[in-house]
């Protein structure tokens, strides 16, 4: 069950490391270094890029404005230590959705 509260300081690990809310809103032109890794649809992608010198794993929702393409606060970002966890439980996260099939 999901509780509402302040954070522990050795709550490691689930924390969102992305962006603070108001960076998440630059041109896509500043967005360079990041590679589309691809298209989940046509507003959703995952892209690899750097955030804080760190590589990060990032699935988040876009929108255009003024003919720009630009990142919604909807998403995720993983760092490596993250994105490897949920690599290594691929498996065992479509065997569970065949069993809620």
């Known amino acids: 069950m999901w509780k509402k509260g302040k954070k522990r300081k050795d ?33 959703r ?8 010198g760190k590589p ?3 699935i988040r929702e876009f929108f255009v404005k003024d003919g720009k393409e630009l990142p919604k606060r909807k998403g995720i970002t993983l ?5 490897e966890i ?9 065997e569970a959705l065949k069993d809620h099939a």
């Open 11 to 43: 709550d490691s690990g689930d924390s969102d490391s992305g962006p603070p809310a108001k960076l998440a809103k630059t041109d896509s032109d500043d967005r360079s270094g990041e590679i589309v890794v691809c298209e989940l649809s046509k507003r």
């Open 45 to 52: 992608r995952v892209t690899v890029r750097s955030w804080q």
């Open 56 to 58: 990060v794993v990032d």
């Open 79 to 83: 760092p490596l230590d993250q994105w």
């Open 86 to 94: 949920l690599r290594d439980h691929v498996a065992e996260i479509s």
